[in-house]
């Protein structure tokens, strides 16, 4: 009897240890967060489904070489349906979700969310990167752009990443937080920790590295061969751009967060982990930013998205502005009433 008062005892005290670490630190700041969240998903639905339309019913991804564009919208639906899970934790003033599945969850999600998204921009970044630097070389990339069946296994790819981190996942999603906590499931947080590093550091320099090598072989190129130069700068630097804004500075954070926890630095966790959460809820920006990406690496769905959505621009452009549709894009003029009117056609 002793016995089982003592592991009560033990386990009211750790219950009420992770109960206390759920809540946020500043309940003001958590609050502004989750309106901030509101905004990203009142934006974020319209905009990728309306995005999902298009990849579906007009574009025609798998006949256009965009299965991998596709795949990121997808990602980016998943992050965007879980917001609203978060807003209300945010608004109760938790930290995290106090039930352990939907914690593990929402973790899972936003870890499938950044790998996949990381993952497939990656992997265009180095496609612009053989079609330009290595032009003439057999560019494997581009084959695989065109098979269903290697998103698929990038996708599983993804799982041994995330799917350790979320096993024994420590109260209120934490690392490095409880002592009681770490006791137990230490190489998991490091698993996780690393994981997270990795996968946005490795990629980050890879995306520096392209960047640098197309932008030097566009300052070699004669004047009559830089409009394709020009785009595929266009495409690598408006990822940096989002690896810049949404993944890099959480990055940071984070690792700063982890050092002050292993420092035991109690007062300062509580003001680096709201600059952490802070961070954190911008680099789910990305949903809102990955359409600028598939603007510029598919002038066809450029053109796909403005004639189903905002058809009144096509009317104002002049009609030979259809020569900047970009590659494999056409267009027809029809006349009306005495108005020449240019209409593009979706590349097929």
């Known amino acids: 009897m002793i016995s089982n008062a003592v592991m009560s005892r033990q386990h009211n005290m750790s219950t009420n240890l992770t109960a206390d670490y759920c809540k946020v630190p500043n309940l003001v700041t958590y609050q502004t967060l989750s309106w901030v969240m509101t905004g990203q998903f009142v934006l974020g639905l319209p905009l990728n489904l309306s995005v999902l339309y298009i990849f579906i019913f007009r574009f025609k991804f798998w006949k256009n070489k965009s299965i991998f564009l596709f795949n990121i919208v997808v990602a980016d639906l998943f992050l965007v349906a879980s917001l609203p899970a978060k807003v209300y934790d945010y608004q109760q003033g938790l930290k995290r979700s106090k039930d352990t599945v939907v914690c593990k969850i929402l973790l899972f999600i936003v870890f499938l969310n950044r790998g996949a998204s990381i993952v497939f921009l990656t992997t265009l970044c180095i496609d612009r990167y053989f079609g330009v630097v290595h032009l003439g070389r057999r560019n494997i990339v581009r084959v695989f752009k065109k098979s269903p069946q290697i998103s698929t296994i990038l996708w599983l790819v993804l799982l041994p990443l995330i799917i350790p981190t979320i096993i024994n996942t420590s109260e209120c999603c934490n690392s490095h937080g409880c002592k009681f906590v770490m006791e137990y499931h230490g190489m998991t947080d490091i698993y996780r920790e690393v994981a997270f590093l990795i996968q946005i550091i490795i990629p980050f320099i890879i995306l520096v590295y392209c960047t640098v090598r197309i932008v030097n072989r566009l300052r070699k190129k004669t004047v009559g061969e830089k409009t394709k130069l020009r785009r595929a700068v266009w495409v690598v630097m408006s990822v940096v751009v989002v690896f810049s ?18 420092k035991a630095w109690q007062a300062a966790e509580d003001i680096v982990l709201q600059v952490y959460n802070t961070l954190e809820v911008f680099s789910y920006t990305d949903c809102l930013l990955d359409p600028l990406v598939y603007c510029f690496f598919n002038s066809g769905f450029k053109n796909a998205y403005i004639s189903t959505f905002c058809p009144t621009f096509l009317q104002k452009r002049p009609p030979n502005s259809a020569c900047g549709m970009g590659t494999g894009a056409t267009a027809t003029t029809t006349t009306s009433g005495g108005k020449i009117m240019s209409l593009p056609i979706v590349e097929k």
């Open 245 to 262: 804004i949404c993944f890099l500075p959480c990055t940071i954070a984070r690792v700063l967060l982890l050092a002050v926890r292993l």
